[in-house]
């Protein structure tokens, strides 16, 4: 399997996971806390393919910044999450440090 296609599989379950933990409402919602634990039993998998290639420094980077990226943004659409400019900077910080992490190991 090709490790990259692998990580952006766990990030994309992941981010998953975390969707349904909000739509399971602490756990009260059995579909949603199932599929909690589906989507980050496959995203730690996936992780672990991925990590048989890509450093983990690298690998964790960016699972957990596009991760928490693409989470906020999930947020600020379908959840009426408030974004303010220094949530904005912060996200473009963490995607920043990903793609240096990238690019020192390259």
């Not at 992780?47 to 910044?65: N, Q, R």
């Amino acid at each position: 399997m090709n490790p990259w296609l692998c990580l952006a599989g766990a990030i994309l379950t992941e981010v998953c996971g975390t969707v349904s933990m909000k739509l399971s409402n602490g756990f009260e919602h059995t579909l949603y806390s199932t599929l909690v634990y589906v989507f980050y039993g496959v995203s730690f998998y996936l992780l672990a393919v991925a990590l048989k290639s890509i450093s983990v420094g690298t690998a964790y980077a960016i699972w957990s910044g596009v991760g928490t990226a693409l989470i906020a943004a999930i947020g600020v659409v379908f959840f009426s999450e408030v974004i303010n400019t220094l949530k904005i900077v912060s996200l473009v910080a963490i995607i920043g440090g990903v793609v240096g992490l990238h690019l020192a190991t390259a």
